[in-house]
Structures are given as C-alpha cells and as structure tokens.
Nanobody, 124 residues
Framework: QVQLVESGGGLVQAGGSLRLSCAAS????????VGWFRQAPGKEREFVAA???????YYADSVKDRFTISRDNTQKTVYLQMNSLKAEDTAVYYC??????????????????WGQGTQVTVSS
C-alpha cells in the first residue's frame, strides 16, 4: 500500500501563494495518476487537479489559470503551486494516487491511496 504525505499548507493572505508537496512511497509511482482534492468546512470533498503518468493534466474550473500541478518522478513527489489565492480556496488539501496504473481519469472513486491532508487558510 502506497503512503502519501502532504506538506506546505499554512496561512496566507488573499492574493498570495503556496506550494503544496505530496511525497509518495511506492516503487512504481511514475505509472500512476496523482490528484489533489480539497474539502472546506461543511462542504463535500472536491477535485482540484490531477496529473497522469504521461503528464496529462486536469484542473477544476475554479483553479484553472491560478494553480499548477507538476510531478518529479525521481523524487516521487507531486506539487501543487497555488497563486492568486482566494478566501474560497480555504480547505484541507489531500493528495491521492489512482488504484490502477496507466489510467487517465480524474474521478474521485478511482483514487485508492490518500494522504492525511494539509490545511490551507486564506485570509481576506
């Protein structure tokens, strides 16, 4: 079972930036799609961004042009660069790895391994 550890969350003012990291332990990390999801208080968890084994990228409309997802397979790490942060970006951010290699899909049900989450708070 792969383990995922997020880091980089914190408190930032609106308009600021943060970079989240997701470090994985699996040997075949490069074969899997990895996604970022977030959950705000009182709301359901929602998709943010995902990057496939082939570097195909998906973004939620709400973060497109502000967030950038990338991966470094040698470091087994996926990053989420978040710019122009807004108060509505406040949430716990989770990274997750797809259950199956070589799958290109961002449906939440496909992701079987999850990190513990990192809090992002944007003050207005």
């Amino acid at each position: 079972q792969v383990q995922l550890v997020e880091s980089g969350g914190g408190l930032v003012q609106a308009g600021g930036s943060l970079r989240l990291s997701c470090a994985a332990s699996g040997r075949t990390f490069s074969l899997y799609t990895v996604g970022w999801f977030r959950q705000a208080p009182g709301k359901e968890r929602e998709f943010v961004a995902a990057i496939s084994w082939s570097n195909t990228i998906y973004y939620a409309d709400s973060v497109k042009d502000r967030f950038t997802i990338s991966r470094d397979n040698t470091q087994k790490t996926v990053y989420l660069q978040m710019n122009s942060l807004k108060a509505e970006d406040t949430a716990v951010y989770y990274c997750a790895q797809d259950r199956s290699p070589y799958r290109l899909d961002k449906a939440e049900g496909n992701f079987g391994s999850w990190g513990q989450g990192t809090q992002v708070t944007v003050s207005s």
